[in-house]
T-cell receptor
Framework: AQSVTQLDSQVPVFEEAPVELRCNYS??????LFWYVQYPNQGLQLLLK??????LVESINGFEAEFNKSQTSFHLRKPSVHISDTAEYFC????????????FGGGTRLMVKP | DADVTQTPRNRITKTGKRIMLECSQT?????MYWYRQDPGLGLRLIYY???????NKGEISDGYSVSRQAQAKFSLSLESAIPNQTALYFC????????????FGPGTRLTVL
């Protein structure tokens, strides 16, 4: 079985400041890693995912995440946040042979202040 | 139009009532999922279906049942609602393959009094 821990339930940050949302996972098998974002009153949508290859993956809106196998981490970063990045962010993992069953972390609420 | 729709969007009901939440998708995906979201717990899987004839229990299926009426429709029922089933419920879909993105509906906020 897999598990995911998001170490911060809330992260307040000022606009244009950098941010890191932390995610650690536990699994005895190879995994795929995902970050989903939930904007207020909406469903979740994929932000980025790591499947294989380069350990650094990027989204179209400036976020990036790095897969660190030795640390079992997949932290999400953005060098300069905008008000519109205010949302809840979920890290998720699926075992590579488990047919797309996702295990989610508890979520981190990013609050960007002007 | 949205690819994954859920009805109703909000529902308030009383303890002991039977409730059905419906999900429809136009993405043509075989796989569909029902999750519940609770603050601090993230999303937890209730049931999933890999095709019309394949339905499986997830992590927290007790108190819930599902029906896959067609490839595009997947309904979640609460046979006898209780207050701790108050939550935000999401339906999702994906194509075959463990690495595939899941596409979520807008959610149903259910309150059981």
């Amino acid at each position: 079985a897999q598990s995911v821990t998001q170490l911060d339930s809330q992260v307040p940050v000022f606009e244009e400041a950098p941010v890191e949302l932390r995610c650690n996972y536990s699994s005895s098998v190879s995994v795929y890693l995902f970050w989903y974002v939930q904007y207020p009153n909406q469903g979740l949508q994929l932000l980025l995912k790591y499947l294989s290859g380069s350990t650094l993956v990027e989204s179209i809106n400036g976020f990036e995440a790095e897969f660190n196998k030795s640390q079992t981490s997949f932290h999400l970063r953005k060098p300069s946040v905008h008000i519109s990045d205010t949302a809840e962010y979920f890290c998720a993992v699926s075992a590579a042979n488990a047919g797309n069953m996702l295990t989610f972390g508890g979520g981190t609420r990013l609050m960007v202040k002007p | 139009d949205a690819d994954v729709t859920q009805t109703p969007r909000n529902r308030i009901t009383k303890t002991g009532k039977r409730i059905m939440l419906e999900c429809s998708q136009t993405k043509g995906h075989d796989r569909m999922y029902w999750y519940r979201q609770d603050p601090g717990l993230g999303l937890r899987l209730i049931y999933y279906s890999f095709d019309v004839k394949d339905i499986n229990k997830g992590e927290i299926s007790d108190g819930y049942s599902v029906s896959r009426q067609a490839q595009a429709k997947f309904s979640l029922s609460l046979e006898s609602a209780i207050p701790n089933q108050t939550a935000l419920y999401f339906c999702a879909t994906s194509e075959r393959g463990g690495s595939d993105t899941q596409y979520f509906g807008p959610g149903t906020r259910l309150t059981v009094l």
